[in-house]
């Protein structure tokens, strides 16, 4: 509150909590570490997993950073962007989520150090933000360029990504899944390529084991043959994609129809049926021999279909009517007179099967298609979401390494290295920012930390032994291999991981350091609350 000759003003509307100063800054650290410190214990091959149960008693059970976080209500500003930063990495390139919430803990940890010894926050932001910047530089020194073609590469870093998973055995199919998936679907850009998630349909199952999760070069519609009557299988696949509906528009109004006979109802039905039968027929005509179609199938329409041999299949989702025609190369019609051969889609086989209790029509026998569907299996629920989650991570490291093909080594060895090197660029700088640098550098170091520490050893010992490998000249890429905890190069060894995953982490986590360093000023106003209703305002609406 603000004061003129003794006379309080009142700047901010009543009920507003304001901590300024020590007070604000110390929760706003507190309350970002503490995320850190929940998440830390699920960090790599050997973390944790969590228990967790939301309000509705549904259980989940994960080591997944970003699942975690999604399911923890979060109340206090600054613990809320932390968990943006798991949200931004998870967006951004799916990988890694862990890693970042992570290292900005320790920034943060450090950072308080820091203030501690009364080092201005401008001086850490600014220090923090150059190491940020040669960290950058570092990574793409030390980073190494993989041939686009190298499929072995990019299975290995497939393989790396779901270490960390419970998808025991299935590592080597879910890694060539997902590079498949991913050869299949990415687009040349600009001399390199990218791919798009959105062409890669995943269909969760339980049933059978995750072994029989599999990669379809074309889709799977989560339905079923719409009629009885019609075939269940047919090959040589020529498809309409229709996303208007096949049956006669009602009128909008209510009109009276009388008639005198029973002739003329008669008429009238035939006249219905004869708009309908035209409409079959087109789509006959243009040799079409499946229909997928958005919206609905009238009774007689299904009926004229399955007497033509039509496989015929409504309300398709707007989004596997996209993937169609990435798939089979349709066309979406909104207006079956433009139904043309060539308009039609072109598939192998099109055939309902059963999966687990239900029916689903599977595309196959596409021809280069730019969408696919992978069925993910498992034999219960929980174990179908952490496949699915497997195999999430596994196609977003697939599609990282795709749009920058650059891997760098894992089990800690990047981060020991940027840490080292840091240190070293750390003095050149000098000042009160060596000091911020040195803390950045060192923060670095706790991936590897959390790491051992997870698998029960000793995370201090073996900071030590890594720091002693980095100084020589070949110790680059050596970390902490964990199934077998032993400190060796680790691309020797096959742990290793796109570039930019890194990148990113790194950089969500100093962006939010940086930020939350800054704050020294926590002003919340006061919680809406609807209050009772006036009876008045009430009777104001009803008129
Ligand atoms: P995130 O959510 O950050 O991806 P994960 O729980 O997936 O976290 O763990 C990723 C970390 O595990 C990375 O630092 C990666 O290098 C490390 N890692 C993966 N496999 C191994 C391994 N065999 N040995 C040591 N570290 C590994
Ligand atoms: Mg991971």
Do not use: W
């Not at 270490?163 to 997902?178: D, L, R, T, Y």
């Not at 708009?275 to 040799?287: C, E, H, N, P, R």
């Not at 990113?504 to 962006?511: K, L, M, Y």
Request: aromatic share 4%; glycine share 6%.
């Amino acid at each position: 509150m603000a004061q003129i000759g003794g006379t309080p003003i009142l700047i901010l509307k009543e009920g507003t909590d304001r901590r300024t100063g020590k007070t604000a800054k110390e929760q706003n650290f507190a309350a970002a570490i503490a995320i850190a410190e929940i998440i830390k214990s699920s960090l790599g091959p050997k973390g944790m997993s969590k228990l967790l149960v939301d309000n509705l008693g549904d259980i989940t059970i994960s080591n997944d950073g970003k699942t975690i976080l999604d399911e923890i209500e979060v109340e206090h500003p600054a613990a809320k962007m932390i968990v943006e930063i798991a949200k931004t990495q998870y967006n951004k390139v799916g990988d890694g989520t862990t890693t970042s919430v992570v290292i900005a803990g320790e920034l943060l940890k450090k950072a308080q150090n820091l203030l501690d010894e009364d080092i201005h926050p401008n001086v850490i932001f600014h220090g923090y933000r150059l190491a940020m910047k040669k960290a950058e530089e570092i990574l793409n020194t030390i980073s190494k360029k993989i041939n686009i073609q190298d499929k072995n590469t990019f299975k290995k870093v497939a393989k790396t990504s779901m270490n960390s998973k419970n998808i025991v055995g299935a590592q080597e199919k879910f890694a060539e899944i997902a590079m498949n998936a991913i050869m299949q679907v990415r687009n040349p850009r600009n001399g390199g390529f990218t791919a798009d998630l959105d062409d890669i349909q995943i269909i969760k199952k339980s049933g059978k084991s995750i072994q029989d999760s599999e990669l379809i070069f074309g889709l799977i519609v989560d339905k079923e043959v719409v009629h009885s009557g019609m075939p269940k299988r047919i090959t040589n696949v020529k498809i309409a994609v229709i996303d208007t509906a096949l049956e006669i528009e009602k009128t909008e109004f209510t009109a009276e129809i009388r008639v005198k006979n029973p002739n003329q109802l008669q008429n009238f039905i035939d006249q219905e049926d004869k708009m309908l039968k035209d409409m079959t027929d087109k789509i006959i005509s243009s040799g079409a021999n499946v229909v997928f179609c958005q919206k609905g199938i009238d009774d007689t329409a299904q009926d004229f279909l399955a007497k033509s041999g039509v496989l015929s299949v409504r309300r398709v989702k707007k989004s596997d009517m996209e993937k169609l025609t990435r798939a089979t190369g349709a066309q979406i019609l909104n207006r079956i007179e433009d139904l043309s051969p060539k308009s039609l889609g072109i598939a192998g086989l099109v055939e309902e099967m059963k999966v687990g209790k239900d029916n689903m029509i599977f595309i196959t026998g596409c021809k280069d298609p730019k969408a696919v569907s992978i069925l993910v299996r498992g034999s219960s629920t929980n174990i179908v979401e952490e496949a699915n989650r497997s195999m999430h991570d596994a196609l977003c490291a697939v599609k990282a390494l795709v749009e920058d093909p650059a891997i760098i080594a894992g089990g800690g060895a990047t981060l020991m290295e940027l840490s080292k090197q840091l240190r070293n660029y750390a003095s050149t700088i000098g000042g009160k920012e060596q000091l911020a640098i040195e803390a950045y550098a060192e923060a670095l170091e706790i991936v590897p930390k959390i790491l051992a520490e997870n698998a029960g050893m000793d995370p201090v010992e073996l900071i030590a032994d890594l720091r002693a490998k980095h100084e020589q000249s070949n110790g680059t890429d050596y970390g902490i291999e964990l199934f077998t905890q032993k400190i060796c190069n680790m691309i020797d060894v096959d742990v290793i991981e796109p570039r930019s995953v890194l990148l990113q982490a790194i950089h969500s986590a100093t962006e939010v350091a940086c930020l939350i360093v800054k704050i020294d000023d926590v002003i919340v106003a006061s919680k809406l609350s609807r209050g009772p209703k006036m009876p008045g305002k009430e009777h104001e609406i009803e008129e």
